[in-house]
Structures are given as C-alpha cells and as structure tokens.
C-alpha cells in the first residue's frame, strides 16, 4: 500500500534522489560510514580468522627486541621453545634476548646447550631484563628470581597448567606433552622447509646469510624433537597424538649425531650417589615410595633420583626429598592413573606458607622454605616424618 501511494518503485526512487540532492552532506557521510563499517569487518575477520602463530609473529614485529624467559633451571623443552621464539622473531625482523634464572645443572640440560653451543643470558633480578616485551616459554607465571612479580609477559606460550596469561597473546595447551610441541605446529603450519648447518659452533653462531630466514636449522629441529622426547619419556609417557605428529614432522630436519650426543651425556657421579641414596633409604607403602636423600649440591639428581625409583618393581608413584642451601626440594613421578602426581606435591604443601608445588599427572615437582618447615611465621611447622605422612595420605587420595 505505501509503495502505492509513492508511486510505486519509480516514484520511491525519485523521492530518495530528490532527498539526496537536498542532503549532500548527510547522505555523503551515511555512505562513508557504511563503507568504513564494511571494510572494518573485513579487517576484523582478517584478525580473527589469521593462524596462531601469525599473531604471535605479528606481535613479535612490534618490537625492535624481545626477552624470552625459560623457567628457573631450565629443561631441553623450555631451552628448544626459546630458539623457537628466536627463530620467528628473527623472520619478523626482531631480536631477541634468550634469559633464565637458576642454573643449568642437570647433565642432559649441559649436555643439550654445550652441544647445541647455545649462548643464555642468565638473570638474578627483574632489573636484568631491559626490553619492553617478555615471551615467557614453558611456564605461565614468571618466577624463580627478585622482582619476577613484576613482570607482565605479553606472550605466553606454555602447555603446563596455571592462570598465568600474556596481555597479547596466549596459547596454553594443557593437552600437549610438550611445550615444543606447540612450536612444532607452528612451523608446520607456516610450511617452513628444514636446512643443514654446521653445528661445529665454536666461533660463536651460525651463519644463515644464505639460507632464507623462514626456515628452521637443524640445530633447533634437533632441539625441539629432545625437548619432546625428555618431557614425554620418549613418548612413552603423558603425551598426545600432537606430541607424535610433531616428532615426525620434525624428524625430517634433525642432525643425527647431534641428538645422539644430547641423549647420552657423561653422568654426574652425585646423581648416582643420590639415586643410590633413594633406594637404600626409601619407605614403601605399596604401591607408593617415599625417600629423603638428604643434603645435595647438585638439586637435579633429585628428580633423576625420583625416574629411577619410579622404575622399581612394586612402585607406581613416588616422591623425593631433598635439601639445598635451607630449602627442601620436591620431585614426584607417577605411572599410576589413580595419582595425578602434581596434585599430590600440591595438597603436600597447600598450607605451608611460601611453599610452590604443582605439576602434571606424570611429573610434579615443588620446594619448601626449611624455616617455614620449622614452624617460622603463621606455622605450626611440620617435621620431614610429618610431610611424609602427608605424602602417602595425598598419593592415597586422602588429602
């Protein structure tokens, strides 16, 4: 009836030009701003629908440099996850600085960053960190060395559990192995090629001036297919079918003889004593263990000491003690499904004040202040023979 009365189609058409000539300037403005509109949900689709790793190497071009920060101690996982991030950053056209707290004790940890001949900067307090932007790797929440509170990561790339979050980008993947797993993809999905390098790096680096800069050396391959095999146990243990797709496809850009050489370190001789120590003295409440080896100096023979004595006939879940420099350190392993081990080290040490605990189904760890243990503070305190009854209760699934 309206289209009727206006004379129907034609005479609608001639009313809306007859109100355009009248109003140039608001009609002009009403059609900018539709085709602003249009073309800001094709940009916001664009943003959306980009891959992962295409964000984070678009965030990574922001800056002029970044520090990528491993956890305090770090493994073959978080050190390969590191030379990822520098691998895309330096496609993106930006620095990086790779830093750590704590040490590089463990003998495959030396054994992967000599034969890598990998250069970490070590840091001590949140004023050794100079750039605008932190990539935290394989850990969601800073820590392990003054003033890490301080720090608000912009990425954080992580696949163990945790609130930690970065302010432009996160991916955590609980689901994976490893978390250079999450690289692996990464790289898959940009279908970068592998190339060969010489990784006699005594004279300080390699030199890519003729290789393209999207491409991944087969020193950082070799690390990242070690990062997942020493966080799953070989594949063998609390990884996913991404942790095998990842392998294989890293597989094709690997230096044989360099993966060889990571694997098969010299052992420290403190190790031995300390897993000899764990077996001697260890309390068995079948199917669980418990073991204090006492003082140590080398804090990564506990953890070493915690996968041999998983492996004794009759022991599904266990926990080691151990103490350094006033602090008790806490390694766990579990091949049993009824014991989420990083739940257990966690409910172990819940109340006790300044205490860390946490960790995977297959893998916890965590630390106590021995001051706080001797009841320092809002504590009671608790004795080492109390924290081991706590222990087998959690493991028990009674705490």
Not at 103 to 125: K, M, S, W
Not at 156 to 174: K, M, N, Q, Y
Not at 221 to 226: E, F, H, Q
Not at 272 to 300: C, H, K, M
Request: charged share 25%; net charge negative.
């Amino acid at each position: 009836m309206y289209l009727v009365a206006t004379g129907g189609p034609v005479g609608m058409a001639k009313r809306v030009l007859g109100y355009a000539t009248e109003n140039p300037v608001l009609v002009t403005g009403v059609v900018i701003g539709l085709l602003l509109l249009a073309g800001g949900g094709v940009s916001l689709y664009r943003y959306l629908t980009r891959s992962t790793v295409s964000r984070l190497q678009s965030l990574l071009s922001g800056y002029d440099t970044v520090t990528v920060l491993m956890h305090p101690n770090p493994d073959p996982d978080a050190m390969s996850s590191a030379l990822a991030v520098d691998q895309l950053a330096t496609a993106a056209g930006t620095e990086t600085e790779l830093c750590y707290p704590g040490e590089i004790r463990r003998p495959e940890n030396r054994a992967f960053e000599t034969v890598l001949d990998l250069e970490f900067d070590h840091i001590e307090t949140v004023d050794d960190i100079t750039t605008e932007s932190v990539v935290l790797v394989d850990h969601n929440e800073p820590r392990g060395f003054a003033g890490a509170e301080e720090i608000t990561p912009t990425a954080v790339i992580d696949h163990h559990p945790g609130g930690g979050t970065g302010t432009d980008f996160t991916d955590v993947r609980t689901d994976m192995g490893a978390c250079a797993t999450i690289f692996a993809d990464y790289f898959q999905s940009l279908e970068w090629d592998f190339f060969e390098v010489d990784v006699a790096l005594t004279d300080g680096g390699v030199n890519t001036d003729d290789v393209p800069v999207e491409a991944i050396p087969s020193h950082v391959a070799t690390g990242l297919i070690y990062g997942i095999q020493s966080d799953t146990r070989s594949l063998t243990n609390g990884c996913s079918k991404a942790d095998f797709t990842a392998a294989g496809y890293l597989y094709g850009g690997i230096d044989s003889d360099l993966l060889n050489r990571i694997a098969n370190p010299q052992v420290d001789a403190e190790v031995l004593e300390v897993t000899a120590r764990a077996i001697t003295d260890r309390e068995v409440r079948a199917p669980y263990g418990f073991s204090d080896v006492g003082e140590v100096s080398n804090t990564d023979a506990i953890p070493q000491a915690a996968d041999e004595l998983e492996t004794l006939e009759g022991i599904s879940a266990v926990v080691i003690i151990g103490e350094k420099e006033g602090t008790i350190r806490i390694a766990g392993r579990s091949r049993d499904d009824r014991v989420h081990i990083g739940r257990v080290i966690e409910a172990v040490v819940d109340d006790i004040p300044m205490a860390e605990g946490g960790g995977h189904a297959r893998m916890g760890g965590g630390k106590i202040s021995v001051e706080y243990m001797d009841g320092i503070g809002p504590s009671d305190g608790l004795s080492k023979r109390d924290l081991q009854e706590r222990v087998f209760e959690a493991m028990a699934g009674e705490r």
